[in-house]
């Protein structure tokens, strides 16, 4: 008998496991951004707009590694600073990318996706059609941590203005890329909190979904 439950055990550990662990994200190392080229800005300002009707399939990799550094990342190595300002340069903002394997955490300094969460939580990032089919959501995140008298005024508005500049990013890189995109307001930001299991002083700023515009 104790022999049969150690063989159950020895033959769970060979074949559920593995397909377990195959269901955990892996962190996604984003290839080298693209760092030039694009369209002229001028032309990227005259086509940018907000696109609400999206194709389902994916971004490629490279897509991904450039849009991301386009929106946030680091293009000052030197000094880490980024391609969007914030206030005091507390570089509050995190992204977290919300697609349809699981939610990542954008890693500027690595310029990788660290995992978050499995499976398809798009639905989670707003209530319009166009959100739960769209490849990519992104959701700001602001945290206070890193601010300083996080609930004056002041503080609020330095990080709602950046948010505002990394959104603009992305719409500019869309536009140039011609890809689609939206900022959205209409995300509940403490029921993403809570699935996400943010800190208290993480708080959700904004969405912004990207994708192939239909
Ligand atoms: C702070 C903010 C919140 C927004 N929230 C939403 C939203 O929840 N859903 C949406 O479809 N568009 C949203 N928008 C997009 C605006 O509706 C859009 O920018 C506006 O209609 C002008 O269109 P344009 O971006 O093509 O110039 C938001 C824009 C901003 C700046």
């Given at each position: 008998m104790r022999h049969?439950?150690?063989l159950i055990l020895i033959l769970t550990a060979i074949f559920v496991?593995?397909?377990?662990?195959?269901?955990?994200?892996k962190p996604i190392e984003?290839?080298?951004p693209q760092v030039t080229g694009g369209k002229p800005l001028m032309d990227a300002l005259r086509g940018r707009q907000s696109i609400r009707s999206f194709q389902s399939r994916p971004l490629p990799a490279q897509v991904l590694s450039n849009l991301l550094w386009a929106a946030f990342g680091i293009n000052r190595p030197e000094s880490g600073k980024r391609t969007a300002p914030s206030a005091r340069n507390w570089q509050e903002m995190d992204i977290y990318v919300v697609m349809a394997d699981g939610t990542y955490l954008y890693e500027a300094k690595a310029h990788r996706f660290d995992p978050i969460l499995a499976g398809d939580h798009r639905g989670a990032t707003g209530g319009q059609d166009f959100v739960k089919d769209a490849p990519v959501n992104l959701v700001l995140v602001a945290d206070l941590a890193k601010t300083v008298d996080a609930s004056s005024e002041g503080t609020r508005v330095s990080v709602g203005v950046d948010a505002g500049v990394i959104v603009q990013n992305v719409y500019l890189f869309s536009a140039s890329e011609g890809l689609g995109t939206?900022?959205?307001?209409?995300i509940d930001g403490p029921a993403f909190a809570k699935l996400l299991k943010l800190r208290p002083d993480q708080k959700v700023i904004i969405a912004q979904t990207v994708g192939y515009p239909n």
């Open positions: 049969k439950f150690a496991c593995p397909i377990l662990a195959g269901q955990e994200l984003l290839p080298k939206v900022v959205r307001g209409s």
